[in-house]
């Protein structure tokens, strides 16, 4: 049996579920950023996925970009995730009103 397009895009889709049921449903906000980061994960495998089933290199220099993105997202919202923690105490996303009057 060989792996084809539909078994990646199967398994795509199953990241694209956790990290969507993980975004909706939990109030942790690193959990809420290890969501985002499947996310990103899942739309990889799609342009790679199908990069390869065209047989062309594009979509995996778009999935070079997209996870140079998700660095720079993981960096960026860790250590606005520390600020909030030294400030409030907590990373309960409920809990976080900075920009409240």
Request: charged share 10%.
């Amino acid at each position: 049996m060989q792996i084809g397009t539909g078994h990646y895009l199967v398994l795509s889709t199953a990241l694209l579920l956790i990290g969507t049921l993980g975004v909706l449903t939990r109030r942790n906000i690193v959990i809420i950023l290890m969501s985002i980061e499947l996310i990103l994960n899942a739309v990889n495998l799609n342009l790679i996925a199908f990069s390869r089933h065209y047989g062309h290199v594009t979509g995996q220099i778009f999935a070079i970009f997209v996870i140079t993105a998700a660095v720079a997202e993981a960096a960026v919202g860790l250590g606005i995730l520390i600020a909030l923690f030294r400030n409030k105490g907590t990373v309960l996303a409920d809990e976080i009103d900075l920009l409240k009057w």
